[in-house]
């Protein structure tokens, strides 16, 4: 309310609507009707409405939450890197990758995260390259995100007791592109979720927003 207040004094505008980029994101997909969106990039949520109930599963930020997203990927790389240090080991393959790609090593690694604020997302797309390899440590961070977020259906459908058919799309640069990780999550929801129907966003987050802008300033 704060912020619209200060931007309608601001621009001279007095229809400015302030809005999440996940409610956003949820409008485009499917217009304002009955449907949830898991959303995957840096973090991830799932949220949706169905008879005009809104709904949210995760989003808490990536130090509290975030499970399976693109922060929690590039931070289970980056400890599996530590860990081998710690253990005095041969470095992995996927490790060698981290460490060649972002010039890493054990004496720069704590400079990296806590002074140059190292974007630990960026590790994701070498985590899916070696994973797509067969990479054993590459996969297991890879089935252990593809879990993460699968369980936010899991805990959406214990919460609400929802039986009906619900559809569902996807969000986010992980997700809408093709790659490991979508495709076994695809596979598992299909195969653990029969009321689950994955369909393809109807609209982009930009356009829902202003999709969303319309229909808020048309009721006056």
Avoid at 92 to 120: D, M, P, R
Avoid at 199 to 205: A, F, Q, S
Wanted: with cysteine.
């Amino acid at each position: 309310n704060e912020l619209q207040k200060h931007l309608i004094k601001l621009l001279g505008y007095k229809n400015i609507l302030i809005e999440s980029d996940s409610n956003i994101a949820l409008f485009g997909a499917f217009e304002g009707k009955d449907g949830l969106i898991l959303i995957c990039g840096t973090g991830s949520i799932l949220i949706g409405v169905i008879n005009k109930k809104f709904f949210r599963i995760g989003g808490w930020g990536r130090i509290i939450g975030d499970y399976g997203s693109g922060y929690d990927i590039g931070r289970c790389a980056i400890k599996h890197l530590v860990s081998e240090y710690d253990k005095r080991k041969r470095l992995s393959k996927l490790s060698q990758a981290i460490e060649n790609e972002f010039s890493i090593n054990k004496l720069n690694i704590l400079k990296h995260v806590y002074q140059n604020n190292f974007h630990l997302q960026n590790l994701v797309p070498l985590v899916l390259e070696y994973s797509g390899q067969k990479d054993k440590d590459a996969q297991k961070i890879i089935d252990d995100a593809v879990d993460e977020l699968l369980n936010h259906f899991k805990i959406f459908f214990k919460a609400t007791k929802y039986k009906r058919k619900i559809n569902v799309a996807f969000s986010g640069s992980i997700l809408e592109n093709e790659n490991i990780l979508s495709d076994k999550l695809k596979k598992k929801i299909k195969r653990n979720f029969n009321n689950i129907n994955l369909v393809n966003k109807i609209h982009t987050p930009e356009e829902g927003a202003i999709l969303l802008a319309k229909k808020e300033f048309e009721k006056k």
